[in-house]
């Protein structure tokens, strides 16, 4: 018998069952490349979960979601093709792909020089701003981002970048440098291909049973400045939401592996539409990570009307899950 949406998560000891985090699946968080972009919804911090849930000898991998490319530069693929509909964070990317790291450095260093820039001077920052806007070198996206406001990524309807100035707190600081420096580097190292096409246009014809589709999408009951609509980029609705999944099942249905990053449970909001599908595909598996690695137990995941219930959903059996108890959602009912 096919579970409700309502009894997906019932009572406390059927979450025993169902609600089993991975933690601290493998390897530490040294391992990993974390990206220059302190990109907001940034996987980094899940990465050693989320990676040993990931097939072995993958072929071609797609992040069709980069955003700071978090997943996409920490896997061991022949190819990995990143994708975001954010055309100038592609651009900026691209000319990493492009640049040897020295050249990099040297206009960084340029500009900051150049626009004065520090976390004190919001002036040079808005001069900077306006260069940017007005000649869009890809380059200069990171330097603005690097004195942003929580580094994010904001344009408008114009497409100008209109992020404010990250008063006292933002810069290019040794980390980010540090960053930057692994990430080109891996960049060059990998066979990375960078693209910029909604997810609804990306062209799976050439993928095959060997590759696999990573889809990190914006939450559809949290908030991001990436999926509110209203910065010059589409927003994210109920509508994109099913063409994702409507995807994800073709994918299936064409023997493609794919891994989806999601939330079922926010802040006291939950992912209906997602939590169907689930109980619809039980040929899925959802595996639940572990957000707050300091106290939090799968006993109180979703009780708190803070927490979150993040998932990993995949459809095939990954290599963690074979000696250990991770799996978390088993539609027993
Ligand atoms: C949650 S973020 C991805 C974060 C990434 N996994 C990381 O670890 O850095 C979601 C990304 O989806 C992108 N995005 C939003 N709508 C999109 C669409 N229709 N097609 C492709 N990408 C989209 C946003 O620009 C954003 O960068």
């Given amino acids: 018998m096919m579970g409700s949406i309502s009894n997906v998560i019932v009572s406390n000891e059927q979450k025993v069952n169902r609600l089993m985090p991975i933690k601290n699946a493998h390897g530490s968080h040294k391992d990993f490349i974390k990206s220059p972009m302190n990109y907001i919804g940034g996987k980094y ?6 990676v040993p849930l990931l097939p072995n000898n993958i072929n071609t ?43 990099i450095q040297e206009h960084i260093k340029n500009q900051i020089s150049k626009f ?4 004190e001077n919001e002036e040079g920052y808005k001069y900077l701003r306006v260069h940017y806007n007005n000649y869009k070198n890809p380059l200069d996206l990171f330097v603005l981002v690097a004195y942003s406001f929580n580094h994010q990524i904001r344009f408008n309807n114009k497409q100008k970048f209109n992020n404010p100035f990250g008063k006292n707190r933002s810069s290019y600081n040794a980390n980010m440098k540090k960053n930057l420096v692994k990430f080109v580097s891996s960049v060059h190292s990998k066979d990375a291909t960078f693209s910029s096409t909604c997810f609804n246009e990306f062209n799976f014809d050439s993928l095959s ?17 990436y999926n509110d609509g209203k910065r010059g980029f589409k927003g994210w609705s109920e509508k994109e939401e099913l063409e994702l999944l409507n995807i994800l099942d073709s994918l299936d249905f064409n023997n493609i592996r794919f891994a989806l990053s999601n939330v079922v449970a926010h802040k006291g909001k939950s992912n209906d539409i997602l939590r169907k599908w689930l ?26 009307k803070n927490s979150s219930i993040e998932i990993l959903v995949t459809n095939y059996i990954p290599p963690a899950s074979e000696n250990e108890s991770q799996l978390f959602f088993e539609w027993k009912n």
């Fill in 45 to 50: 911090k899940l990465l050693n979960q989320i």
């Fill in 61 to 103: 991998f797609v992040d069709l979601f980069a955003g700071g490319c978090n997943v996409g530069i920490n896997v061991d693929a022949k190819k990995v093709i990143f994708n975001d509909n954010l055309t100038h964070l592609i651009a900026m990317y691209n000319q990493f792909k492009k640049q040897d790291i020295l050249s």
């Fill in 116 to 119: 004065d820039l520090s976390k």
């Fill in 209 to 225: 049973g060997n590759d696999v589709v990573y889809c990190d999408p914006p939450y559809l009951i949290t908030t991001g400045t």
């Fill in 279 to 304: 109980c619809q595909n039980k040929q899925y598996r959802a595996y639940c990570l572990e957000k707050n690695y300091s106290n939090s137990s799968y006993h109180t995941l979703d009780r708190s």
